[in-house]
């Protein structure tokens, strides 16, 4: 019979006994925990200090007497662990009430010590002001300290994923909060413009990005920064990182790995043939590109520690390795990552691309539609699915475990362009977001539409020296443009297309990529050469010069519409007041301008009214007599070709449709 024993009691852990048990009921089962609790969610730490979840004990996922109860597991808290000795296969542990040390032997001894987080060796750390979030009791020290002391503002060393979590968590409860970041942006295992969103929604809620720069100090009421720069805050939270806990194995004489972790072969076995080990503390192979990496994960943790006690108990489970798929939500927006980044595919020697897209997560026509970015990293010749990320309000989750799905099977873009998604207006699109960008991924690779995402632009532009061409109307043109860029609405390229220089590359760019690559389809069959697009469009340079800035992109950084912490949803209409028509005069011709009341607030033609085309019919004795010039416009001329017949039925008799904005825009030029 098998004695196993479990080192740690949490998450891999945990996982780890109770599989055993299910495995073998006859085995004996024991768990050595170091703090007061097992088998606790540390990720929902953040949600109870930001006053999500109410109840502490909803935390609580197990204790000891449960999983006695539950599973016969026998279960030691508040006992550390102080020595492996692998020739008499015992351990040997302290207890921390009664201060004496006991023997457990074991034939078979799963390690699942977890990391702990890093803590800098800095002036002032060890201040009572100063935390790091890991365990029940963290939580406990933080929301104690919040309550006695009321802090005004708090400082947060790290834009990591707990790190966010914990923005969001101080700023909901009405804290003035600061993310110092010392990489370029936060999240940055994601790339820029994923990461870029992220930062625009942290900006939205009054959170202050300081980004390039390390802590040095801090003090009773302030932090200082590396430039010189001083952080008013008198709570800090330093979430920096996380270090595997590696002590005991290497005092066992344990092989470690060239990732820093504790090495496990496929099956999870340590160097010693009956010391397995699974979570934080280990490292294991990249399922992508083979290394060996750390993913410090609580997906990871709990199916590593599933496998190693299959395996310590016989099994022959084979761990397929992980793609660290990680997903944050910080206030309302979602942000996820799976796979490479473009950034880590190409540093680890891939030819790697990438494509994106962003879209309606479900039909636009159904309330509610809220746009999901998607990127897919894939690699250049074969397609192979690299990795990918997503962004936005509602649905990246949905598109990320796809991604996820894809990249564990191997599968290529061209796959995923053909792969059939659940569709209802309500739910999705019938192009799926992932869809989308395969097909831009495939356009790309085959070179029917050439495009280059944000952070490919630099390199390019300086080699190439392209003309820039923004086919977004010419509100959106005013509010913010490349440098240099000429304007031409999409809208009326057919007819000004031989306005731009001749004999170069032409790089154009709309709002999200779609029309960029409808114009580069137009501009290649009117006049040929090399035309490449900007996946991703204006809106992914936007981000990702807000996360990484450019070198010889010169682009206005739009401000961000702040948002309400407390209430987000409120601050996300826009206050758009309908006008009333101006009665009829001889000065001239009533126009009339059918797109929604939001369209209408982003520019329109100087005088226009406003009667969105669902409040037309209702609206019709306010146009007046029925001789009276009318002209009408919307976005593309579809809206306002239909409300033209509408009122011609109803006896109107001078009317004209101007078509998109942008030909209404240059009438009478
Ligand atoms: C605030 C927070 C939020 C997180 N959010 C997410 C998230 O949203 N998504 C996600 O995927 N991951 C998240 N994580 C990470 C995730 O929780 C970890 O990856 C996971 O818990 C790792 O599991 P583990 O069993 O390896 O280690 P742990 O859960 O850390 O457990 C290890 C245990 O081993 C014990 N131990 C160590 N040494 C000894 C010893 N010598 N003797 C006895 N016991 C010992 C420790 O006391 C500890 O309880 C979050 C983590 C934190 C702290």
Known sequence: METILIIGGVAAGATAAARARRLSPEARITVLEAGPDISFANCGLPYFIGGDIENRSSLILQSPSSFKQQYDVDVHVSTSVESIDRSRKIVTARDAATGSAREFPYTKLILAQGGKPVAPDLPGAKKDHVFTLWTLSDMDRIDGFVKERSPRAAVIAGGGFIGLEMAEARAKRGLKVHVVEKLPHVMSV????????????????????????????????????????RIAGNMVLLSIGVRPTLQLARDAGLELGPAGGLLVDEHLRTSDPDIFAAGDMV????????????????????????????NALGGNHVYQG???????????????????????????????????????????????????????????????????????????????????????????????????????PPLGTPNDAVNMAAYVAENRMSGHSPSLVPEELDAWIQADAPVILDVRDVFAYRKSHVDGAFNIPLEVLREEYASLPAGRPVLVYDETGKKGHQALRTLVGLRGGVVVNVGGGHRSMQ?????????????????????????PAAAKKADVQTESVPKASAAGPLIVDVRTTGEFATGAYPGAVNIPLDELPDRLSELGRHDREIILYCASGGRSGYATRMLAQSGFTNLTNAGGLSKMMRRGR
């Open 190 to 229: 994601m790339d820029p413009e994923i990461a870029g969103f992220v930062e625009e929604e942290l900006v939205a809620h009054g959170v202050v990005l300081h980004k390039n720069v390390g802590v040095t100090e801090i003090g009773d009421d302030w932090v200082a920064l590396e430039d010189g720069g």
């Open 283 to 310: 490292e294991i192979e990249h399922r992508v590109h083979k290394a060996k990496v750390r993913i410090p994960l609580a997906g990871p943790a709990n199916r590593q520690g599933r496998i190693a006690a299959e």
């Open 322 to 424: 992980s793609l660290g798929t990680a997903i944050v939500r910080v206030f309302d927006a979602v942000a996820g990552i799976t796979g490479l980044s473009l950034r880590a595919a190409r540093a680890a020697g891939i030819d790697a691309e990438a494509a994106t897209i962003h879209k309606e997560h479900h039909t636009a026509y159904y309330p509610g539609a809220q746009q999901v970015t998607v990127r897919i990293v894939y690699e250049k010749g074969t397609g192979r699915v690299l990795g990918g990320q997503t962004a936005g309000y509602a649905g990246a989750d949905r598109r990320l475990d796809t991604i996820a799905t894809a990249a564990f099977a191997g599968m290529t873009v061209h796959d995923l362009a053909d792969v059939d998604f659940a569709y209802s």
């Open 543 to 567: 981000r990702h010069l807000r996360a990484a800035g450019f070198r010889n992109v010169s682009l206005d950084l739009l401000e961000v519409e702040r948002k309400d912490a407390s209430s």
